[in-house]
Antibody, heavy 120, light 107 residues
Framework: EVQLVESGGGLVQPGGSLRLSCAAS????????MTWVRQAPGKGLEWVSV????????YYAESGKGRFTISRDNSKSTLYLQMNSLRAEDTAVYHC?????????????WGQGTLVTVSS | DIQLTQSPSFLSASVGDSVTITCRAS??????LAWYQQEPGKAPKLLIY???TLQSGVPSRFSGSGSGTEFTLTISSLQPEDFATYYC?????????FGQGTKVEIK
């Protein structure tokens, strides 16, 4: 069974940093691109970032460019999101999701998410 | 960036009803569209991809259609577990934007 478990969320002050982790199991992690998607309280889904299977290629939403860094450790089957210079508008539940390896590459498995709250 | 506009944003329906949600893209995306269902407090769940391909395990009362800029998700014979929020997502280019969501509530 595919499992994605996020951790690392919490309360952080504006301007602070946080590193989120997503531990994957039940599949060959190194064979899949991985994505972060966030959801602010009471709001819709916002795509954040994606990383290729080998980590060589990444893309970011404009909202996180220059502040967020996505990375992965295939030896540990773990995905990361380093978030710096955090703002109140970054407050959200952050989900990691697996990108399907065929078809039009939707997100076929999601974690439950970890809550990040940016507040003084 | 490609913008997706869902309509309606909210709909009220009864068990057994058939409902249709529309997703319009700001530019053509061929069939590069997915639909997700999200129940309160839960992670989103993939329903349909490539505009009309049903994800494994998803009931056949869900169907998708469309290409280019206009897409629809139809739920025939609504069941109690279908009352949730539905999102479309374009898979054509980065950033992989989502629609704003359609909340389906019990009438």
């Amino acid at each position: 069974e595919v499992q994605l478990v996020e951790s690392g969320g919490g309360l952080v002050q504006p301007g602070g940093s946080l590193r989120l982790s997503c531990a994957a199991s039940g599949f060959t992690f190194s064979s899949y691109s991985m994505t972060w998607v966030r959801q602010a309280p009471g709001k819709g889904l916002e795509w954040v970032s994606v990383i290729a299977r080998d980590g060589a290629t990444t893309y970011y939403a404009e909202s996180g460019k220059g502040r967020f860094t996505i990375s992965r450790d295939n030896s540990k089957s773990t995905l990361y999101l380093q978030m710096n210079s955090l703002r109140a508008e970054d407050t959200a539940v952050y989900h990691c999701a697996r990108k399907m390896s065929s078809g039009t590459y939707p997100l076929d498995n999601w974690g439950q998410g970890t809550l990040v709250t940016v507040s003084s | 960036d490609i913008q997706l506009t869902q309509s309606p944003s909210f709909l009220s329906a009864s068990v057994g009803d058939s409902v249709t949600i529309t997703c319009r893209a700001s530019q053509g995306i061929s069939s590069y569209l997915a639909w997700y269902q999200q129940e309160p407090g839960k992670a989103p769940k993939l329903l349909i991809y490539s505009a009309s391909t049903l994800q494994s395990g998803v009931p056949s009362r869900f169907s998708g259609s469309g290409s280019g800029t206009e897409f629809t998700l139809t739920i025939s014979s609504l069941q109690p577990e279908d009352f949730a929020t539905y999102y479309c997502q374009q898979l054509d280019s980065y950033p992989r934007t989502f629609g704003q969501g359609t909340k389906v509530e019990i009438k």
